[in-house]
Nanobody
């Protein structure tokens, strides 16, 4: 089992950048595929970005492609989401997720473990 704790959210202005972190417990972090999802008020949770267990493959939602970057440091048991050129439509609670997997995972139901979320608010 793995526990996930997100951090790095906050209130920023349009055009600013933020880096989210997700720290994972356990000694087998490098066996887990990781993903970031977000949920805006009144909307369903949606996929943002994903990365394979060794970091060799990444995928992004079209809405964030070219602005966001997912990465991981297996030595630190941490996955990151660098968010640039933020706009008000990026306002949401951001969640990281994990699953033991050798492949990249982009669907919410594919993940077994979830963090509690971190709020990102972008003002115009």
């Amino acid at each position: 089992q793995v526990q996930l704790v997100e951090s790095g959210g906050g209130l920023v202005q349009a055009g600013d950048s933020l880096r989210l972190s997700c720290a994972a417990s356990g000694r087998t972090f490098s066996s887990y595929a990781m993903g970031w999802f977000r949920q805006a008020p009144g909307k369903e949770r949606e996929f943002v970005a994903a990365i394979t267990r060794r970091g060799g493959t990444t995928k992004y939602a079209d809405s964030v492609k070219g602005r966001f970057a997912i990465s991981r440091d297996n030595a630190k048991n941490t996955v990151y989401l660098q968010m640039n050129s933020l706009n008000p439509e990026d306002t949401a609670v951001y969640y990281c997720a994990a699953r033991l997997s050798t492949t990249i995972l982009t669907r919410e139901y594919e993940y077994d473990y979830w963090g509690q979320g971190t709020q990102v608010t972008v003002s115009s």
